[in-house]
């Protein structure tokens, strides 16, 4: 079982993993901790970009390979004609 909480802004019950109300967004976390909140999404959405980067860059190697593989056997095609 999840363990539970009660939002200070509307009262309804969360669950303690939650930092924001899901119902009417208080913040569970106090002032000065939301500064390494933000450090924190920051540093979250630079390892996403990164990670869809490499996606990307894998997906172009990809594609480079089936063109190449393309053309040859279109070459090959042509030849045995």
Same mark, same amino acid.
């Given at each position: ?12 019950? =969360?669950?303690?993993?939650? =930092? ?35 996606? =990307? ?25």
């Amino acid at each position: 079982m999840k363990s539970v909480t009660v939002c200070r802004g509307c009262g309804r019950t =969360i669950d303690n993993d939650f =930092i924001y109300c899901p119902w009417c967004g208080y913040s569970r976390v106090a002032a000065d901790d939301n500064a390494s909140l933000e450090t924190v999404f920051n540093q979250l959405e630079h390892l996403q970009a990164d990670s869809r980067n490499q996606q =990307i860059s894998e997906m172009e190697k990809q594609l480079d390979e089936l063109e190449h593989e393309l053309d040859t056997l279109v070459l090959s095609s042509e030849m045995h004609k």
